[in-house]
């Protein structure tokens, strides 16, 4: 499975942005999907994760209420909805894929990523 990250950019602080994640390969619906974030000097920290169906949806806690996760898999796409967006939301946004069945929260354990989208929220 290859993966590519688009839609980052800037947006003003409150403001909102949809991240896609573009995945090759016909077995896309057989794997979860997670979102990830990594900001200068800090480590990767989880922010969504999708089940292969859409039924089972994990967030961090620092979007919760926030950012929603979702996928088509006809398109072989995942989405991040993010809203109210806050200027600690800046940064590198990763996709990610795994072959089981379970959404992950840990990035470690995902065996495909993409190349990471920016996004830069001013205050």
């Known amino acids: 499975v290859q993966l590519q990250a688009f839609g980052g950019g800037l947006v003003q602080a409150g403001g909102s942005l949809r991240l896609s994640c573009a995945a090759s390969?016909?077995?896309?619906?057989?794997?979860?999907m997670g979102w990830f974030r990594q900001a200068p000097g800090k480590e990767r920290e989880f922010v969504a994760a999708i089940s292969w169906s859409g039924a089972t949806r994990y967030y961090g806690d620092s979007v919760k209420g926030r950012f929603t996760v979702s996928r088509d898999n006809a398109k072989n796409t995942v989405y991040l909805q993010m809203d109210n967006l806050k200027p600690e939301d800046t940064a590198v946004y990763y996709c990610a894929a795994d072959s089981g069945r379970t959404p992950l929260v840990v990035a470690g354990l995902y065996d495909y990523w993409g190349q990471g989208t920016l996004v830069t929220v001013s205050s």
């Open positions: 390969g016909h077995t896309f619906s057989r794997h979860v």
